[in-house]
Structures are given as C-alpha cells and as structure tokens.
C-alpha cells in the first residue's frame, strides 16, 4: 500500500506542473525511449560487514534480465514537467578472493520535476527544475565460499528523495543541439542522490530526433539495517517523438 502512495504522490507532482501554468499558450509533449547500458555497482553495509558487486559494461546486456526505460515532458511557456522511468532486472557474479558474489537486483527509479525556464536565447535555454526521485529496489547479494555456508545479506526498499536540478540546452545546428541535465537530492547524511545527463541530439524531422550521450546516476541510503548504495553509468541511446 506504501508504494502505491509513493506513485500517486508523484502523480500529483505532475498534474501540479499543470495547474502552475497559467499562461498563454499551447503545451508541447516529447515522449522518449531509450536503452541504457550501464555499468552498475551496488553495496550492502550491515553490523556484520559489507558486500558489493559490480557489472561492467560490457557484460551489462548479457546479464540483462529485463528492462524499460522511458521519458515524457511537457511545457507551455515557461513552465514544464518532466518524468523519467528506469526498470532494469539484473543477474551477475564476481570472483573475490573469499569466493563468488552473486548479486541479484531489481531497480525501479522515477524522477518527477516541475521545471522553469529562467533564460533563453536563440542559442542557450536554462531551466530551474524541483521534484522528487523515487527509487525501489530487491536487491540480493550472495557471497558463495568453498568450505564454508553462504552469506547472504538482502534489502527490499523503497523510498523518496527530494531533488533539484539545472538543464541547459544548446542549438549547435539547425538539427544539431546538446542538452545537460544535473540534479541533487536527499539533502542529508543517511540519504542522498546525484545524477548526470548528457546527450547529442539530431532532428531527423521536426518531430523526431535521435539520441545518444552519457548518463551517471547514484544512490545512496541507510535503513535501520543496512547500508544501501547503488550507482550506474554508461551510454544512452534512444528517439523522441515531439508532439
């Protein structure tokens, strides 16, 4: 029931993006999917010690179990809204030397903003962004040792962070444009993310647009028994559809 509250808090948090713009004007939508192949890094801290694992990039989409990833914004004016979706479903082990982790995570994150434009030019436009960032994860790391029993340390958790951001876009071309996105959340010690977005995009026709750039997110966060800490980074390529 406490995850469902988590969605239909972030549900409002779009509609509040609606109802803040008051101006002239009509919306325009941009809805995206995209593939991200990452290398990913998670850990679990306990009383009784910490275990992590790693998968790079190049074994990501042979350990690949499922994933979607998607985005939809909208603005009017000066004011817009942006949701961003990330499921990923992985499966992988790594050797250490007191035997082999294998690691087990499923990962949702959904980041919801509420942007404004505060400058535009011909060339550069920046926009102000506030929101939450929501992130589930059931994550479970084995550590399989030859002459002893398995050590298995488990955290199935959700939570809500709130976020701030900066995105800055930049018209190279008259198809060529770049777009930076950070943001920053949690805001304290036991709770904290970051993330990084860069991307090249070319316009194939006005309505679509290819992508490709770089994308680092992170997370931290302890709970009454662990430790939490996730991050993944890679490539991103994807199509947005401008409507």
């Given at each position: 029931m406490?995850?469902?509250?988590?969605?239909?808090?972030i549900?409002m948090?779009?509609?509040?993006?609606?109802?803040?713009s008051?101006?002239?004007g009509?919306?325009?939508?941009e809805?995206?999917?995209?593939?991200?192949?990452?290398?990913?890094?998670?850990?679990l801290?306990?009383?009784?010690?910490?275990?992590?694992?790693?998968?790079?990039?190049?074994?990501?989409?042979?350990?690949?179990d499922?994933?979607?990833?998607?985005?939809?914004?909208?603005?009017?004016?000066?004011?817009?809204?942006?949701?961003d979706?990330?499921?990923?479903?992985?499966?992988?082990?790594?050797?250490?030397?007191n035997?082999?982790?294998?690691s087990?995570?499923t990962?949702?994150?959904?980041?919801?903003?509420?942007?404004?434009?505060?400058h535009e030019?011909?060339?550069?436009?920046?926009?102000?962004?506030?929101?939450?960032?929501?992130?589930s994860?059931d994550t479970?790391l084995t550590l399989?040792?030859?002459?002893?029993?398995?050590?298995t340390?488990?955290?199935?958790d959700?939570?809500?962070?709130?976020?701030?951001?900066?995105?800055a876009?930049?018209?190279?071309?008259e198809?060529?444009?770049?777009?930076?996105?950070?943001?920053?959340?949690?805001?304290?010690?036991?709770?904290?993310?970051?993330?990084?977005?860069?991307?090249?995009?070319?316009?194939?026709?006005?309505?679509w647009v290819?992508?490709?750039?770089?994308?680092?997110?992170?997370?931290?966060?302890?709970?009454?028994?662990?430790g939490?800490?996730?991050?993944?980074?890679?490539?991103?390529?994807g199509?947005?559809?401008?409507?």
């Amino acid at each position: 029931m406490e995850r469902h509250h988590h969605f239909a808090a972030i549900a409002m948090l779009a509609m509040s993006a609606t109802a803040a713009s008051a101006q002239q004007g009509d919306w325009s939508y941009e809805a995206t999917v995209y593939l991200f192949t990452p290398e990913t890094k998670t850990g679990l801290s306990t009383p009784d010690g910490s275990v992590n694992g790693s998968l790079s990039f190049a074994d990501a989409l042979e350990n690949l179990d499922l994933a979607f990833m998607g985005a939809f914004g909208a603005s009017n004016g000066r004011w817009g809204a942006y949701l961003d979706y990330l499921y990923t479903s992985l499966s992988f082990g790594n050797a250490t030397p007191n035997g082999t982790l294998d690691s087990d995570l499923t990962t949702q994150i959904l980041s919801g903003y509420v942007t404004y434009r505060v400058h535009e030019t011909p060339v550069v436009q920046l926009d102000m962004a506030a929101g939450v960032r929501w992130f589930s994860t059931d994550t479970e790391l084995t550590l399989r040792r030859p002459e002893a029993s398995d050590e298995t340390r488990r955290l199935d958790d959700d939570w809500i962070d709130p976020v701030v951001g900066l995105r800055a876009r930049v018209a190279m071309t008259e198809r060529w444009s770049g777009t930076a996105f950070v943001d920053y959340g949690g805001f304290s010690s036991d709770s904290e993310t970051w993330q990084a977005l860069l991307t090249a995009d070319y316009a194939l026709t006005p309505n679509w647009v290819l992508r490709g750039g770089y994308r680092y997110i992170s997370v931290d966060h302890d709970t009454a028994e662990n430790g939490f800490s996730f991050s993944q980074s890679g490539v991103v390529f994807g199509a947005a559809y401008r409507f």
